[in-house]
Each structure stands twice: as C-alpha cells, then as structure tokens.
C-alpha cells in the first residue's frame, strides 16, 4: 500500500459558518453538526471567522481509490501510529482516507509506516 505525504501545514478549526471557507481550495475538510461547524483545511487558508484553531499539522493520505468493502485500513494505520505515541486526526473522503498528524512527528509517523511495509511518497 502506497501512503503520500502532502507536504504542507494543515490547520484544524472551528468557524461561526462557512461563509469565508474556500470551497474550491485543493484540502478543504468541512464537517457539521447541531454544536459546531469544524474545517480542516491548509492553514494559510484559515478564514477570518474562525473561533477556535489547531495549528501544526502534517498530513498524508492512501494512494488510490479504496473500495468500501475493504475493512480495517484506517484501523491499521492508527493502531500503529499510536503504538509508538502518535496521535492522529482522520478524515475519509469517498475516494480514500487523510491521516494528519502533529507537525513534530511526521518523521517518526514516516519511519513507524516505512518499518510496517508501506511505501511512503513525497516530500
């Protein structure tokens, strides 16, 4: 399995409303509910009516287009990341899964993914 790194700095955050979110920028991760409207997006990319903020995150995604029928992927890859103290924030899309992690473990998230045999891509 092919894991790509993106390379860029991600933020996540919480907004009044999605008035001032890109939608057409290249990450753009919107998720809502009765309690809040949260993004996920690149973090020169952060809106103006953002409430809350996370910065520091890195993040990669599975190369390809996963079938539905497959199970336990995104499981696997964050088991294995948290065994060696790593915690993630995931978001799956309908093609694939994103897994950021903290900007400071990016390397070790690449040498914990290369050691389990995935090919790891990118910058």
Known sequence: MVIKLIGRDFTVCKVEDYAQVDLGAEYCFIGRTGEENSLVCLTEQVPGNVLEREDGWRGFYIDGVLDFSLVGILAKLSSLLAEHGISIFAISTFNTDYI???????????????AAGYQVMGK
């Not at 998230?109 to 290369?114: G, H, K, P």
């Open 100 to 114: 950021l992690v903290r900007q400071d473990k990016e390397q070790e998230a690449v040498r914990v993914l290369s």
